[in-house]
């Protein structure tokens, strides 16, 4: 019995002794790790040379702060823009007081963060000047342990008018730039585009921090993916670590996922940086894959850095996918290849150019990058471009495009311009280039560094040199410049820093004006709108890849009332000129609504028409493009989104209300897609499928009339090969109708499996203002289904591009669609509340109310 007793207090205390030790390896871990301190609380704002002090928001810009304080009305309503000129001339002062606890104050290192401050910026801690800023897309560290104390620690930075640093800089260079904003790193699109406004932010527009650590910290972990196949994959975690100390270190990695495991290192660290590397294979890995290729698998790779006899000082977490994504552009028979392979197979891209969603950046949260992205997604879309007169985007946007399965070309920041070749700007463009690549290349979404939007196009097309009356030498000075940064700069922080990646030198290749632009490379066409050629040129002109390629329209009539009082909801007030940056956009609209669609002067129907328009054009690009398969490797169609409530060519409104070529354009970016190839002898159908399996489907062929009459009919059982192209069916002009039928009759395709419809279109043989449409009453059936209304949808007449809006908010799965006699319309509306009499509040248009017979609009030419 007391040998029992012995035997259970022994282990009694054995437990306690061991908790005791996890405690104190707890507590001495707590002390070892690094320390992290936002300082987004207290923050003061002003003027410089007013007295008055307003409370700020970090991160933020000054315009959101004096609106927050009510110091200026909402920028982006009506006319206001011109009125708030005069805050981007201004110096702004933006202060904060912090207190530090000894925890923090007795470590050996305490560094001060920014992530991002807009854009010359002087930083002061203390009254001691610690940091000149003079770029928007870099982060700053300054070591600060010195300053600090443990009470009424003052943090002031001044930001200058970025306008009064360009005129100084433009005074102290020799040569005149095309445009000025050349000279400073701040996003381009600040100074205006031409679809966003002219405002010229200052501020703290990303995090600010102190990071207190001790004796080492992992800087930078990233998983370099050597060889990856479905069979194994060999990586290379590749810390950077930055150490005070001589001492023996271990690092361990834990990889969490099906291919769970722990992988060791031990080594010795120097003071300084310390690069050190872990090889490792995951056999069978679960790849990463493109939206519509398969499932974006990702693994989270943790590393963690022990000193001191297993004692743990910092920890890094990394998330990423395996794949292999590659550029092909080499010469061929035609000119040179331009497209992307993803773990071996060809990928037929289809995406379009993003933009900054917000002129005031910090307005941006993470709701509003997940609903873009996978808006994106839910419209078929493989890729987007990340345009490079914006900015480097958060990580939560590439954290999206990780989770959706977006492939992301990304541009560096440099658009439509020439830029200065002095030492300090390139030095200043290296360390922004650096910085960027090391924060994104681990994302599997990265599939290409360009080196920036339009520069070389810009520089040999556009006249600049005779517009400002350039000597040899300044032509000379400018084009070293540019050679230094995108053949030199670029590439080699690419080549050094992600080497899987590729790089391109600047989109596009060639310019729209050469015939090379349709054979090598990516393409910019643009003959379509600048041009004023007809959208049929677009099934003549299909280049390799089409990187933009566009046309505007109207957002959503919501949207407009957001920034339009209603006694300026006219065509051409004041206010819609404000909200359209385009110098021609009115009369180019015009112009091509005269030719296809009718033309209204009601507000409201021609913001619809517009959107039809629009949708009309572009996805005569896209199924060209499509059609042309492998000759045509992509389509990047401009714009996805915009920064402001605007006409402009997005396809997704500043509300994230989506236009009618988002519809369209999910239709046509389907994994399947019939398509029509009008000829003058024939009609073509093709099939074309991205999908990576053979399949067999009967292709059905309808012929009827505007009151659901069948004119002709036939099928046909085909075979289509996996990711092809081909035409499945052709007929001649008069095989199927009559001359006088074809205002008056649709071609309705369809492909079909046993189980279901896999795709369907139809065909016009006139355009839309020419189409015999007759007065429609639309019959709207509707169900409740716990995350929305089921809405089954019939009419007895064709009803042509079908509009469906409601008051309230909400998405319907479908919009702007034709509705086809007899063949009712499935879509969902989606929303959280459950309305009364829900179909009644239903509103709808379509082209049938203009082009009812004996009231078809007239069509006038007039002068916007």
């Known amino acids: 019995m007391k040998r029992r007793k012995w035997v259970n207090g022994f282990l009694v205390f054995a437990l306690i002794a061991a908790l005791v030790m996890i405690l104190i390896r707890e507590i001495v871990e707590k002390e070892n790790k690094p320390i992290e301190i936002l300082l987004s609380d207290n923050w003061e704002f ?479 066409y643009w003959g379509v709108w600048w041009g004023g050629e007809p959208f049929e040129t677009y099934e003549e002109k299909v280049g390799r890849f089409m990187s933009e390629c566009g046309f505007q329209a109207f957002p959503d009539p919501k949207t407009l009332d957001s920034v339009l009082p209603e006694d300026q909801q006219f065509l051409y007030s004041p206010m819609l000129k404000t909200h359209q940056k385009h110098p021609r956009g009115f009369e180019l609209i015009d112009a091509y609504m005269q030719r296809d669609f009718p033309l209204t002067d009601d507000f409201e129907y021609y913001g619809y028409v517009s959107q039809l328009l629009q949708a009309y054009g572009i996805s005569k690009a896209i199924h060209a493009q499509r059609r042309s398969k492998p000759w045509c490797m992509g389509v990047l169609f401009w714009q996805l989104n915009d920064c402001w409530p605007v006409v402009s060519w997005s396809c997704i409104d500043y509300y994230h209300r989506p236009k009618a070529l988002y519809h369209q354009a999910r239709r046509a970016y389907q994994k399947v897609l019939i398509s029509f190839e009008d000829k003058t002898d024939s009609l073509n159908v093709f099939v074309v499928s991205d999908s990576l399996e053979d399949m067999q489907a009967v292709l059905k062929l309808n012929l009827i009339d505007f009151e659901g009459n069948t004119l002709w009919d036939s099928r046909k059982e085909i075979g289509i090969p996996a990711n092809s192209n081909g035409i499945y069916y052709s007929m001649g002009p008069d095989t199927v109708m009559k001359d006088e039928q074809t205002d008056n009759a649709v071609l309705l395709v369809t492909l079909e499996t046993e189980e279901k419809i896999i795709s369907r279109n139809l065909h016009y043989f006139v355009k839309p203002k020419e189409l015999d449409l007759s007065g429609a009453g639309i019959g709207i059936r509707s169900g409740w289904n716990g995350k929305g209304y089921d809405l089954e949808l019939s009419s007895d007449v064709l009803v042509k591009g079908l509009y469906l809006h409601l008051d309230l908010d909400g998405k319907f799965s479908d919009n702007y669609f034709d509705l086809v006699p007899g063949r009712d319309r499935n879509i969902v509306f989606r929303t959280d509340e459950r309305i009364e009499h829900f179909a009644e509040q239903i509103k709808v248009r379509s082209l049938n109310d203009l082009l009812v017979e004996g009231d078809k609009q007239a069509l006038v030419s007039r002068d916007p």
């Open 46 to 524: 002003s003027r410089k040379g007013d007295s008055n002090r307003y409370p700020a928001s970090v991160p933020s810009v000054v315009h959101l702060d004096l609106m927050d304080n009510g110091l200026i009305p909402e920028p982006f309503y009506g006319s206001n823009e011109d009125s708030l000129q005069w805050i981007g001339q201004k110096n702004w002062i933006y202060q904060n007081r912090f207190e530090l606890d000894s925890s923090v104050l007795k470590k050996n290192h305490i560094n001060l963060q920014f992530d991002g401050l807009d854009t010359w910026a002087k930083v002061f801690l203390n009254d001691s000047l610690i940091l000149l800023a003079n770029n928007m897309f870099l982060e700053w560290e300054i070591d600060v342990k010195d300053l600090l104390k443990a009470k009424s620690n003052q943090l002031r930075i001044e930001f200058p008018p970025v306008e009064y640093l360009i005129d100084s800089l433009q005074k102290n260079y020799p040569t005149p730039l095309p445009d000025d904003r050349g000279f400073v790193r701040k996003a381009p699109y600040h100074f205006g585009w031409d679809w966003g406004p002219r405002f010229l932010t200052a501020g703290i527009w990303r995090p600010v921090r102190l990071l207190a650590w001790d004796k080492a910290r992992i800087d930078d972990l990233q998983i370099f993916q050597d060889y990856v196949s479905k069979d194994s994959a060999h990586l290379d975690a590749r810390l950077s670590i930055e150490s005070s100390v001589f001492s023996v270190a271990s690092l361990k990695l834990n990889i969490k996922g099906d291919a769970a495991g722990e992988f060791k290192k031990s080594f010795n660290l120097m003071p300084g940086e310390n690069i050190v590397r872990l090889s490792f294979d995951i056999i069978e890995p679960e790849l990463w894959w493109p939206n519509g290729m398969g499932e974006q698998n990702l693994y989270e790779f943790d590393a963690k850095l022990y000193l001191d006899e297993e004692v743990l000082q910092d920890e890094k977490t990394v998330v990423s996918g395996l794949r292999n994504v590659e550029l092909v552009s080499k010469p061929d028979s035609i000119g040179r290849s331009f497209y992307f392979k993803v773990n071996g197979i060809p990928l037929f891209i289809k995406g379009a150019n993003y933009i900054p969603q917000e002129n005031f950046l910090p307005r941006v949260g993470r709701m509003d990058y997940e609903q873009i992205v996978r808006m994106a997604a839910d419209a078929n879309m493989n890729m987007l471009r990340v345009w490079g007169g914006g900015v480097y985007e958060e990580a939560l946007f590439y954290d999206y495009c990780d989770l959706h399965g977006i492939l992301v070309w990304q541009d560096f920041m440099f658009a439509c311009n020439m830029y200065p070749g002095d030492y300090s700007f390139l030095e200043n463009v290296e360390r922004e280039a650096r910085q960027n690549v090391l924060r994104l290349r681990n994302h599997p979404c990265i599939a290409l560094w360009c080196g920036n939007n339009e520069v070389d196009e810009g520089w040999k097309n556009w006249g600049w040199q005779k517009q400002l009356g350039f000597s040899n030498e300044d032509s000379i000075r400018l084009d070293q410049a540019y050679h230094d940064i995108f053949d030199s700069i670029l590439p080699s922080v690419v080549k050094r820093f992600d080497p899987g990646s590729d790089y391109w030198p600047s989109s596009p290749l060639y310019g729209w004006g050469h015939p090379e632009s349709m054979t090598h490379g990516d393409s910019h």
